[in-house]
């Protein structure tokens, strides 16, 4: 029997947006007519660049964006330590709450959390995409398992060993001193791209190994102000030209001050950074211009990239 029921499709509009946009990452920036109301404001965008803000819910955005449209995402989620403990910065006690969006909800409402994002990401991934994902031994188990229920297949762990790591204040415990990234392809089906040469070149002709040490952000990188989780450029140049190829798609959907689009602009990678907070849109912009000015006027090596 015929099916008669009539199907809405989208605005001509709509395709001939996606078509011409560079980023492949498109949500109309009209309500649609035949959808739920949009769920973002552009912060920023450059197209020239291929750079773009957006303020809002990743979840929400993510569930509306086009499905196998990136090719990498890093992700640094709440690690949920807003506890009203304490800890050691700089040689002084501070408090380690960073905000109300990292204080925790409970271990099952924190899992159902992760399980909702890293689903909205594994819809935007290529079929060969693949995400890294930051955290402490607080989220990161939670991280690994979720991957594992949605059909992830984890590549690597990578143990990010910081330097000069602050003391524990109770000296009740060893010293924190490393954060683990999980690296993980879409689903097991999946080709993943790994530019093993030039991981090796740049560790003196040797493969290189899931130990990575590198240095907090410096204050250089902290010169127009701070995220209480920031990540040095360095660790985010080497995953980015470790996973992806010149002219790709990053995205990070709790994107802070954009670390991750810092490095992808100076790596020539076009990036989609998401995150709710005024304060950190603000200084994602102040970055992100800054990285492009640099980009501009010097050619960097590869070797400089990795060791900035």
Not at 150 to 179: M, Q, V
Not at 202 to 216: A, D, F, L, T, Y
Not at 247 to 272: I, M, N, W
Request: with cysteine; hydrophobic share 35%.
């Amino acid at each position: 029997m015929k099916n008669n029921r009539k199907t809405t499709k989208p605005p001509k509009d709509y395709q001939n947006a996606i078509d011409r946009n560079p980023l492949e990452f498109y949500i109309s920036e009209k309500t649609p007519k035949y959808g739920p109301k949009r769920p973002f404001i552009v912060f920023y965008d450059d197209p020239q660049h291929s750079v773009r803000l957006l303020k809002g819910n990743c979840i929400e955005i993510l569930n509306q964006a086009r499905e196998n449209s990136v090719d990498m995402i890093f992700a640094d989620p709440p690690y949920f330590l807003s506890n009203g403990g304490i800890t050691c910065h700089a040689g002084k006690m501070v408090s380690v709450n960073k905000g109300k969006w990292d204080k925790s909800m409970g271990v099952e409402e924190n899992h159902k959390f992760t399980l909702e994002w890293l689903k909205a990401c594994q819809r935007v991934l290529k079929p060969n995409g693949t995400i890294w994902v930051s955290g402490t031994t607080h989220i990161i188990y939670s991280v690994g398992f979720a991957m594992q229920q949605l059909g992830y297949k984890i590549l690597n762990d990578i143990i990010w060993y910081k330097r000069n790591a602050p003391p524990n204040l109770s000296c009740r415990y060893f010293t924190h001193s490393t954060e683990i990234v999980l690296w993980a392809a879409k689903n097991e089906k999946s080709k993943h791209y790994f530019n093993y040469q030039l991981m090796k070149k740049i560790n003196q002709g040797k493969q290189m190994r899931n130990v990575w040490e590198i240095s907090p952000p410096s204050a250089e990188e902290k010169r127009f102000g701070k995220h209480p989780t920031q990540k040095p450029v360095a660790l985010l140049n080497r995953i980015i030209l470790a996973s992806t190829r010149e002219g790709d798609l990053v995205l990070d959907p709790f994107c802070g001050s954009s670390t991750t689009g810092v490095a992808a602009v100076l790596c020539d990678r076009k990036y989609v950074g998401i995150e709710l907070e005024d304060e950190y849109l603000t200084l994602s912009v102040k970055r992100l211009k800054d990285a492009i000015v640099k980009r501009g006027t010097k050619l960097f090596a590869i070797e400089e990239l990795v060791a900035l």
